[in-house]
């Protein structure tokens, strides 16, 4: 079975940092771009960032220089790293698999970050 | 960055009505658009690819057209179980951007 679960999240300081790791199953995460994309509570998605098959890395201007993303073929499995958080980045962490057609077609069931003092 | 303008924002329809849901780019992206549904506390479902293509499993009652600057999703008779958010994306160029999602909700 195709799958992805995320893992984590949780509660952190402003300018802590945390690493979100998405592991996958039923599929190769080296052989997708894999991307993260937040939602804040109650409000609608943004993406986060993106990492193609060949390893080119892309991020959202609001994440550039502070988030990065990165995977481990051996593990097979996307990571988020998230530094100098801010209480902006509170949001459910969704990890996902992007088809060469267009569009996510595997998300994960999401992790929380709640950044807080 | 390219701007999605989504409309509307609240949507309240009965089981059976055909609705629709506009997205707006800024700029033309070609067919370089998804459209996903979104259940409270669920991960989004992609519906759409390419603007037009129906992703595998879903019902044929969904349909996306458009193409440049302007799309819209179609569910020609609404069901029970589709009522929920539903997002635009475009994945022309970076950054990737949602539109402000479209609830639809039961009238």
């Known amino acids: 079975e195709v799958q992805l679960v995320e893992s984590g999240g949780g509660l952190i300081q402003p300018g802590g940092s945390l690493r979100l790791s998405c592991a996958a199953s039923?599929?190769?995460?080296?052989?997708?771009?894999m991307s993260w994309v937040r939602q804040a509570p109650g409000k609608g998605l943004e993406w986060v960032s993106v990492?193609?098959?060949?390893?080119?890395?892309y991020y959202a201007d609001s994440v550039k220089g502070r988030f990065t993303i990165s995977r481990d073929n051996s593990k097979n499995t996307l990571y988020l790293q998230m530094n100098s958080l801010r209480a902006e980045d509170t949001a459910v962490y969704y990890c996902?698999?992007?088809?060469?057609?267009?569009?996510?077609?595997?998300w994960g069931q999401g992790t929380t970050v709640t950044v807080s003092s | 960055v390219i701007w999605m303008t989504q409309s509307p924002s609240l949507l309240s329809a009965s089981t059976g009505d055909r609705v629709t849901i506009s997205c707006r780019m800024s700029?033309?992206?070609?067919?370089?658009l998804a459209w996903y549904q979104q259940k409270p506390g669920k991960a989004p479902e992609l519906l759409i690819y390419?603007?037009?293509t129906l992703q595998s499993g879903v019902p044929s009652r969904f349909s996306g057209s458009g193409s440049g600057t302007d799309f819209t999703l179609t569910i020609s008779c609404l069901q029970s179980e589709d009522f929920a958010t539903y997002y635009c994306?475009?994945?022309?160029?970076?950054?990737?951007?949602f539109g402000q999602g479209t609830k639809v909700e039961i009238k």
């Open positions: 996902a698999r992007g088809q060469l057609v267009g569009g996510m077609d595997v």
């Open positions: 039923g599929f190769t995460v080296s052989s997708n771009y």
């Open positions: 990492i193609y098959s060949g390893g080119s890395t």
């Open positions: 700029q033309g992206i070609s067919s370089y």
């Open positions: 390419a603007a037009s």
């Open positions: 994306q475009q994945y022309y160029s970076f950054p990737w951007t």
